[in-house]
């Protein structure tokens, strides 16, 4: 009975330090994960931030053009005669109401916005194989 019980206690012993460890190790895994996952989010953002940035400049220098070319026909209004007035309108109407090809900004700003939420669900899931690879029964 002395055997059996001093037996018990060691395999006690040996199992809390099991325990103990395994959790230890998974602790560090997943703090480095944090450390890595946080590192990756800052870049992400600087990027997006970044983007965001050179797009509103983009609109800012867009906005500026607009605005000459509208102070530039109230001159050309006030300075021409009607008729040629309205035939250099249709070269105005050419250059600023159809904007170039690769104007993107939607779609930019909606792909960062859209993107985060997935990318939080693969916080979570995407690395489930090797957190579990740490922690051995």
Not at 14 to 25: C, E, L, P
Not at 84 to 98: C, E, H, T
Request: hydrophobic residues 30%; contains cysteine.
């Amino acid at each position: 009975q002395e055997q059996y019980i001093s037996d018990l206690q060691n395999e006690t012993l040996h199992m809390d330090q099991h325990i103990t460890s395994q959790f230890a190790k998974l602790h560090q895994f997943l703090q480095d994960r944090e450390k890595n996952l946080i590192q990756q989010l800052k870049e992400e953002t600087a990027g997006i931030i970044k983007k965001m940035k050179e797009n509103l400049r983009d609109i800012k220098n867009r906005s500026n053009a607009i605005q000459k070319g509208i102070s530039n026909m109230q001159s050309a209004m006030q300075q021409e005669d009607p008729v040629n007035f309205l035939r250099g309108l249709r070269n105005v109407n050419k250059i600023y109401m159809n904007p170039p090809k690769e104007d993107n900004l939607p779609k930019a700003v909606l792909g960062i916005c859209y993107k985060t939420p997935d990318m939080y669900n693969d916080l979570i899931f995407h690395n489930w194989n090797e957190w579990k690879s740490n922690v051995r029964p």
